[in-house]
């Protein structure tokens, strides 16, 4: 108490203008300003913040003070007040910052509780003063600029001015908590906060050379710099008669997040020296993810790096209090970490979970510890609806590996993938439910690896391991590996068509594909009936000229064939793969004329993030151009926008204090077809 009383006598006695070279430490409600020098200088009265003793004028006037009225502060106070005298006058004499930076404890004085507060300031400003300190007062006051002396007010001399409750600032130490606030690269960037900071009454500081010490003012607030507007696309879906009776869509939302697990940030420490210790804490990035997840509320979360234990211990739990059901698969190995599919429950029904390892023993091509997963939804339509239905879902999750110089482990890591959603998705038909395939591809947009999901189809033979995900500038050692056919050997139970082959038709390797009826109709064709040129002329042999009859059709007959492998052609040295898939978002941005960005490993951006889904293809003469597609059963509503590289440069890359890990979020809405039995 003895401290804070100082404050109340001695405090006001710095507020001076430039006259009295006065510079000060204050605080005016929760505002504190720094003094810019470190000595107070009054008139003849000049006391160093370094710790000079006390002068005998300075006691005196003290111990008069004291004996005046510090006895009235608190009846029990009164035993203690020598000993106390005592302990202020052995430590160094505090002005300015220092004064106020002592804490209540170091002079052994318990701080009080707000109810004990209000007493003790009325106290202060009950206490009559000796007319000596009234007239040293006085004196000093009168050389102040009169302009001065009015904004001070007539009581200002004497009001209880109280410092900031917490934290406590003590010798100028650095806070004590979220230290990482004072870094200025990072105060540049700092959300708003609430706080009960009062601006001084009349507007103006009276003091002048003094700085404001509170977290600085936001530059620009994040949610301006980071900002990712909502594409609605429901405009350009194929919904011609969605305002019919009848038609409807059962409409969810999806999300895929590399969420960066924490284990991976201490092995690989060189990859985040661009951010401050703080941001990288679990606790700190946990609650930063838990918050976007439910901002943005998702129906379906595919997650990767999912740390085990963060996902048994924090993550399940917090993710069940919002309403969803989790599945989890962890990579195969010593690895730690692995991915998860997690559902509403109320808007989903589980039907089937397929969890696929990659990892293969004794297999090159598949000795990797990368895992996906795969599941079959049955979508919970609303009650009242009677004889709607809707087709069931495919969700696929993965993290396919890294390793830029290993393009075939990645083909092969998704032809697994490929094979188990074919088999999962296929209905009793022949014909395949909606798909949506989320996951890190570690693949860039218009590799070989990302034109093979989209487009169906990949030639391989020959190509540079390293050329497959399309991140020549990762690789430091261009390696002469080269892709050759097989891919993978027959044992491994997987096609050319990513089908496992238990479950294709049998078919021996000489069946013929055509029937003869069907072959026959090119007998009399224009090919057959031109005569060769290097053909021998034999009179009653070869110089006969077939004529068609009448009753032959002069075009041929399709038949219209289901089959895949009628319209895939299936040639040495490529695989192939009937899902349709294209990918939600365009991977540039047009208004910024810039690439879309979901990561930047070593502080280069790229997309390496998807999330595909199934789509009806458009016929296309150019057969050597990408696929076109059009929505078909489902249809992508919207999509929330992707940042460019110089944006996410700005805010100091990936991890920073908003977005808490090294990827970007991908989130889309989509409408599936709800129709009748």
């Known amino acids: 108490m003895l401290g804070t009383l100082l404050c109340y006598v001695l405090l006001p006695l710095t507020r001076l203008g430039r006259a009295l070279h006065a510079d000060a430490f204050f605080t005016c409600r929760k505002n504190v300003l720094l003094a810019k020098s470190a000595t107070t200088h009054i008139d003849n009265f000049s006391a160093s913040v370094s710790g000079k003793p006390v002068s005998e004028e300075q006691q005196a006037l003290l111990q008069q003070w004291l004996e005046e009225g510090a006895g009235e502060v608190h009846p029990n106070e009164s035993a203690s007040k020598p000993e106390k005298i005592s302990a202020v006058l052995a430590t160094e004499w505090r002005e300015g910052p220092e004064l106020l930076m002592t804490s209540l404890s170091d002079l052994n004085i318990s701080p009080e509780s707000g109810d004990q507060e209000q007493p003790q300031q009325q106290y202060v400003d009950q206490t009559e003063v000796s007319p000596e300190l009234q007239e040293f007062v006085e004196t000093t006051l009168s050389n102040l600029p009169a302009e001065e002396r009015d904004a001070l007010g007539d009581n200002a001399i004497w009001a209880a001015v109280r410092t900031h409750a917490a934290p406590q600032i003590i010798d100028a130490a650095p806070l004590s908590t979220e230290v990482w ?76 997040y590399n969420i960066l697990a924490q284990d991976l940030i201490e092995q690989s420490p060189h990859l985040y020296m661009h951010c401050h210790p703080d941001i990288l804490n679990w606790s700190y990035r946990l609650t930063n993810l838990l918050q976007e997840i439910q901002h943005w509320d998702p129906d379906i979360l595919c997650l990767q790096e999912i740390q085990e234990n963060h996902f048994w211990e924090q993550l399940e739990p917090a993710l069940m209090m919002m309403g969803f059901t989790c599945i989890f698969k962890r990579r195969t190995g010593r690895k730690t970490d692995g991915c998860a599919i997690c559902y509403k429950q109320n808007m989903f029904q589980l039907i089937s979970s397929n969890p696929v390892e990659f990892f293969r023993p004794g297999l090159d091509i598949l000795n990797r510890d990368n895992v996906g997963l795969v599941l079959l939804l049955q979508p919970l339509l609303p009650e009242g609806l009677g004889d709607k239905s809707v087709s069931p879902l495919c969700v696929a999750n993965t993290h396919v590996l890294y390793n830029p110089r ?19 998705a296929k209905m009793a038909d022949g014909s395949y439910c909606p798909v949506i395939l989320c996951g890190d591809l570690n693949s860039v947009p218009d590799s070989p690896l990302y034109k093979f999901i989209r487009n169906g189809q990949l030639y391989y033979h020959g190509m540079p391991a390293w050329k497959v995900s399309g991140q020549e500038e990762l690789c430091q050692n261009l390696h002469q590996r080269k892709l050759l056919t097989p891919l993978w050997p027959s044992s491994l139970g997987i096609t050319d068509s990513c089908q496992y082959a238990t479950l294709c038709q049998s078919k021996k390797s000489d069946r013929r594909k055509y029937s003869r009826a069907f072959l026959l109709q090119f007998r009399y064709c224009d090919a057959a009936c031109e005569r060769p040129s290097d ?72 997309t390496v993030d998807y999330i595909f889904y199934s789509a009806k293809p458009i016929k296309n003469d150019n057969l050597e151009g990408p696929r076109i597609y059009q929505d078909g059963a489902l249809k992508l509503l919207g999509r929330l926008s992707l940042l460019s590289e110089d944006i996410l440069w700005s805010a100091n890359g990936l991890p920073n204090p908003f977005y808490s890990s090294d990827h970007l979020c991908l989130l889309a809405s989509f409408g599936l077809e709800i129709s009748s039995f």
């Open 181 to 256: 606030i004072e870094d200025p690269a990072i105060l540049a960037w700092s959300p708003a906060q609430e706080s009960d900071v009062g601006s001084v009454e009349g507007g103006v500081w009276p003091f002048q050379n003094t700085g404001q010490f509170q977290p600085l003012p936001i530059e620009i607030p994040y949610h301006e710099i980071l900002w990712r507007d909502w594409e609605d696309l429901s405009a350009q879906a194929c919904i011609p008669e969605l305002g019919s009776e009848g038609s409807s869509l059962f409409e969810f939302r999806v999300m895929s």
């Open 406 to 424: 290993r393009g075939d482990i990645k083909l092969a890591q998704m032809a697994l993938l490929l094979a188990e959603i074919d088999k999962t």
């Open 535 to 606: 053909l021998v002329l034999l009179e009653g042999v070869t110089d006969a000229v077939p004529d068609c009859p009448a009753y032959w059709p002069k075009e041929p007959i399709v038949v219209n064939n289901s089959d895949s492998e009628m319209f895939c052609s299936s040639y040495p040295g490529s695989i192939q793969h009937g899902l349709n898939l294209t990918s939600v978002y365009s991977h540039f941005l047009p208004t910024r004329g810039r690439p879309e960005i979901t990561t930047m490993p070593m502080g280069v951006g790229a």
